[in-house]
C-alpha cells in the first residue's frame, strides 16, 4: 500500500513556458528509458525476486521512480501552461504533439511513440533483470544529459540535475543489489540456476 504525499521530492517552480523544450523532456515521462518504464518494471520484478533484500531495493526504487515521473510531469505541465495558439504555430517542434493531447501529459516519447510495456521486461530471472536494471538507469541519466545539452532554462535544470543524480544512486544501488543476489545465489551455478523458479539443488547440464 502507497501513502501519498501531495510534495515532490524536489520542488518544481518554472517562471518561462517553452513548449519546444517540453517536447523533448516528455520523453522522461514515457519514453523507452522514462520514468514510467522504471517505475512499472521495478514494481513488477519484485515480485518474483527471491530474496528479501533485493525485493526492498526494487520495491524502494519503483516507487521513488512513481516520484520522478510526477516531477517530469510537472516540468512538461509546467512548460505548456498558458500557451497561446501563436506559442503553438511557433514551435513546430510542439506541435505535432499538441494536435493530439493538447497540453494534457500523455506518455510518449520525444519522437512521437507512446509509451509501451514493450520497452521493458520482467523475466524473473535474478541476473537478468538486475542487469537490465543497472542499464536502464544508465540510459535514463544519458537522456537527462541529453536534456540538459538542449535546455538552457535554470528552473527546469536545476530539476533535471536532480533526477540525473538520483539516477545514478539507483545505478550503484542495484550494482550492490547484484553482488548479494550472486553471494546468495551458488557462486558455481550462477548463470544456470534461477533461484526464483529452481528450488532444488543446481542441476548438471545435459551432455550431448
Known amino acids: 500500500?502507497?501513502?501519498?504525499?501531495?510534495?515532490?521530492?524536489?520542488?518544481?517552480?518554472?517562471?518561462?513556458?517553452?513548449?519546444?523544450?517540453?517536447?523533448?523532456?516528455?520523453?522522461?515521462?514515457?519514453?523507452?528509458?522514462?520514468?514510467?518504464?522504471?517505475?512499472?518494471?521495478?514494481?513488477?520484478?519484485?515480485?518474483?525476486?527471491?530474496?528479501?533484500?533485493?525485493?526492498?531495493?526494487?520495491?524502494?526504487?519503483?516507487?521513488?521512480?512513481?516520484?520522478?515521473?510526477?516531477?517530469?510531469?510537472?516540468?512538461v505541465h509546467q512548460l505548456t501552461r498558458n500557451l497561446t495558439d501563436e506559442d503553438v504555430r511557433n514551435n513546430p517542434t510542439f506541435a505535432p504533439y499538441f494536435v493530439d493531447h493538447t497540453t494534457g501529459v500523455y506518455p510518449t516519447a520525444a519522437s512521437g511513440f507512446p509509451w509501451s510495456a514493450g520497452s521493458i521486461q520482467s523475466t524473473g530471472d535474478v541476473i537478468a533483470d538486475l542487469t537490465e536494471d543497472l542499464a536502464a538507469e544508465q540510459k535514463a541519466r544519458l537522456t537527462y544529459d541529453n536534456i540538459l545539452r538542449l535546455s538552457d532554462d535554470p528552473d527546469v535544470n536545476n530539476v533535471i540535475r536532480f533526477l540525473r543524480e538520483r539516477e545514478i544512486v539507483h545505478f550503484q544501488r542495484f550494482g550492490e543489489c547484484l553482488r548479494l543476489c550472486k553471494e546468495k545465489m551458488d557462486a558455481r551455478n550462477v548463470y544456470l540456476t534461477n533461484p526464483a523458479f529452481d528450488k532444488a539443488q543446481p542441476r548438471t547440464p545435459a551432455r550431448g
Open 1 to 75: 500500500m502507497f501513502i501519498y504525499e501531495k510534495k515532490l521530492q524536489f520542488p518544481v517552480k518554472i517562471a518561462t513556458p517553452n513548449p519546444k523544450l517540453a517536447a523533448f523532456i516528455i520523453s522522461q515521462y514515457g519514453g523507452p528509458d522514462g520514468e514510467l518504464g522504471a517505475s512499472m518494471r521495478y514494481l513488477s520484478q519484485r515480485y518474483a525476486m527471491p530474496y528479501a533484500e533485493a525485493k526492498g531495493v526494487l520495491t524502494d526504487i519503483g516507487t521513488e521512480e512513481l516520484g520522478h515521473m510526477e516531477m517530469v510531469a510537472a516540468i
